[in-house]
């Protein structure tokens, strides 16, 4: 009796915290299902506006930069939403409601500069500012240490090696392109392109491997040689053997 008393006890708390998720769920499922069918367009279909962050911008005046495209006709409605995106903390975020990001805020300082506005200008300062506050370009993402490497912005060897042989993987291997999404092949076949050729590219102030238009952005401009990782023995000690970190620090290292 005790035993199903207990049980008859449990289920019911349960139940009791499960309910209101249900609920929670159950009704956001029918506003979402509202919404889609109160947007239809009289012929049937469904349109809406696909958003990003200021990176994809950011981006696409580092490839007109790279491919000598002009932006002067662009250039000031460019340079208007990349301020106006700007957060009240001085840096860029990688989505809506969210604060500064390193990486987001560095590829937009850059496409700012490119774009021929001054590094003295108040907007430039308050994100120089977030930017050195939140580590400096030590800091960034692979993503954005792969854009800056392009330009001579940070050095090729602190790019973890993504060979061009990875597509050649079986459709069975873990590492099978085909186990990407298809958003993820987009970006994973030019990288390992890119990777391979190591270009650099020029800045508005010339060609170098070791440019330093954004030296002003480094904690420490004379050290820029920054590992992507740690050394295999710190990470042995801090994750073991068998963690993945030292299996992918132990690949890239022998790569």
Aim: aromatic content about 12%.
């Amino acid at each position: 009796m005790n035993f199903l008393s207990t049980s008859y006890f449990l289920a019911t708390t349960l139940l009791k915290l499960v309910m209101p998720l249900v609920m929670d769920v159950s009704k956001t499922i029918a506003r979402a299902t509202n919404y889609a069918f109160a947007n239809v367009h009289p012929d049937g279909h469904f349109y809406g506006e696909m958003r990003s962050n200021s990176t994809i911008t950011a981006e696409y005046v580092l490839m007109c930069q790279a491919m000598g495209i002009s932006l002067a006709a662009d250039g000031p409605a460019l340079h208007q939403w990349l301020e106006a995106d700007q957060h009240a903390d001085g840096g860029w975020s990688i989505g809506p409601g969210l604060p500064g990001e390193t990486s987001t805020s560095v590829e937009a300082y850059l496409a700012l500069k490119i774009l021929g506005v001054s590094p003295d200008a108040l907007h430039m300062c308050r994100a120089r500012d977030f930017i050195i506050k939140v580590g400096g370009l030590e800091k960034v993402r692979i993503f954005t240490r792969i854009h800056l490497a392009m330009f001579g912005l940070f050095r090729w060897e602190g790019v973890p090696q993504i060979p061009p042989e990875l597509i050649l993987m079986p459709d069975w291997s873990p590492f099978s392109i085909y186990r990407f999404s298809s958003w993820a092949r987009a970006t994973l076949v030019p990288l390992l392109l890119i990777c391979h050729h190591r270009p650099i590219f020029r800045l508005p102030n010339g060609k170098s491997s070791n440019n330093n238009f954004l030296d002003e952005l480094w904690v420490n401009s004379a050290e820029k040689n920054v590992p992507h990782s740690l050394p295999l023995v710190d990470l042995w000690l801090k994750d073991g053997l068998f963690s993945y970190n030292f299996a992918f620090t132990m690949a890239d290292t022998a790569l």
